[in-house]
């Protein structure tokens, strides 16, 4: 499943202008004029229907069966934090949890939101989760996020010290990023390690990107599978790499620890961002000159 596909916000109905977070041309899916200011709304639990429940409940029972040998363990570890398995867990419930394991909060959006807002509540410790469903004829794949992969793709890492701390910087970084006109380059990285990461474990190469988890075919293709190139993740690197949003990942970037990225993101990203600009973007699939893949 193709998830988190950045793309064209319209946000005309809280008044304001397009804000491009990605590539897409198609207008997102959600009621935005439920939405707040900061584009957060409550989730509607009296809107789900039994349909809606046995969705979540079928695509959670596919997708943790699938995980032993393919997920990071520290997801493995953390998944049962989100709570109901058989029907879609209350946003509040999941908060009871989390806030008293890493003081994160989820909070309910429409759907994709534009980028600085985005990056705003990341540096809260508030992540945004979309609150509907796919329906179920859309059960193998959905273009955009929905409650499946923001819930159960994101949150259980959020439960983890050094990811809920490697997010809130994120954020940070994000809101100096725009400032700084940088944002491709930080979405490249988030792209790369939040979204379709790779770790070295004990048991070998596992997945902690939440595009991955979510994903039914992914998971396997990009731990076992000898198409995809997998390289170690370099700031340098992974910042001028473009993605695929309608495809899995022909590159796949691994990290040896949830700390490595932590670390490797602690650092003020202004030269970075100057010394990236006069650099080409690699393609998705190429490799470069001496480089060797995992
Ligand atoms: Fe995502």
Redesign the pocket.
Known sequence: MM??APTVQPSAAIGMAPVVYGQSDRPPRGDYSRANGDYTCAQDYAAYTEADHDTYRRLYERQSALLPGLASQHFIDALPMLGAKDRIPRFEEVNERLRRATGWEIVGVPGLIPEVPFFSLLAQRRFPVTDWIRKPEEFEYIVE?DIF??LF??VPLLFNPVIADYIQAYGQGGLKAAELGSCEMLSRLYWYT??FGLIRESGGLRAYG??ILSSSGELAHSVRSTEPQRLPLRLERTMRTLYKIDSYQPTYFVIDSLQQLFDLTAADFTPLYQQLRDQPTIAADALEPGEVAL
């Open positions: 998830t988190t996020p992969h923001d793709g994101h939040i979204e939440a595009g």
